[in-house]
Antibody, heavy 119, light 107 residues
Framework: EVQLVESGGASVQPGGSLRLSCGGSGFPFNIYAMTWVRQAPGKGLEWVSSITAAATHTFYADSVRGRFTISRDNSNNTLSLHMNGLRAEDTAIYYC????????????WGQGALVTVSS | EIVLTQSPDFQSVAPKEKVTITCRASQSIGGRLHWYQQKPDQSPKLLIKYASQSISGVPSRFSGSGSGTDFTLTINSLEAEDAAAYYC?????????FGQGTKLEIK
């Protein structure tokens, strides 16, 4: 059974930093691209960032480029999102998800980690 | 950026009725359009991939169609458990984008 478990969600002040982690199990982690998607309270889904299976390429939404960094450790089946310069508008539930083959849909999602940016 | 526009934003439907949700893309995306269901306080779940391909474990009452810029999610014989928000999603080009969502209420 595929499982994705996020951790690291917290409440931080504007300008602060946070690192989210996502542990994967039940599938060969090292052959699938992974992604982060967020959902602000009461709002829709917003793609944040993706990383290829071997971590050779990373991609970001304009809203987070230069502030967020996606990475992965295939030896430990872990996906990370380092978030710097946090703003109130970054407040959201952050989901990690596994991509289907290639540039496919997001076929499995974690339960989400809540990030709150407030003074 | 490809914009996906869903309609309607909200729909209230009686059990056993048929539901149709549409998703229109601002430019052609071929068949790289996927549908998700999100129930309250849950993470999204993939329902249909590549416009019309079914997903293992998803009830057969869910189906998808379309290509290019116009897509449809159909739910036949609605059940109470189908109360949720539904989102379309394109992976034709970056940034990946989602529709604004359609909230489905069961009467």
């Amino acid at each position: 059974e595929v499982q994705l478990v996020e951790s690291g969600g917290a409440s931080v002040q504007p300008g602060g930093s946070l690192r989210l982690s996502c542990g994967g199990s039940g599938f060969p982690f090292n052959i699938y691209a992974m992604t982060w998607v967020r959902q602000a309270p009461g709002k829709g889904l917003e793609w944040v960032s993706s990383i290829t299976a071997a971590a050779t390429h990373t991609f970001y939404a304009d809203s987070v480029r230069g502030r967020f960094t996606i990475s992965r450790d295939n030896s430990n089946n872990t996906l990370s999102l380092h978030m710097n310069g946090l703003r109130a508008e970054d407040t959201a539930i952050y989901y990690c998800a596994k991509l289907d083959y290639g540039e496919g849909p997001f076929d499995f999602w974690g339960q989400g980690a809540l990030v709150t940016v407030s003074s | 950026e490809i914009v996906l526009t869903q309609s309607p934003d909200f729909q209230s439907v009686a059990p056993k009725e048929k539901v149709t949700i549409t998703c229109r893309a601002s430019q052609s995306i071929g068949g790289r359009l996927h549908w998700y269901q999100q129930k309250p306080d849950q993470s999204p779940k993939l329902l249909i991939k590549y416009a019309s391909q079914s997903i293992s474990g998803v009830p057969s009452r869910f189906s998808g169609s379309g290509s290019g810029t116009d897509f449809t999610l159909t739910i036949n014989s609605l059940e109470a458990e189908d109360a949720a928000a539904y989102y379309c999603h394109q992976t034709s080009s970056l940034p990946h984008t989602f529709g604004q969502g359609t909230k489905l209420e069961i009467k």
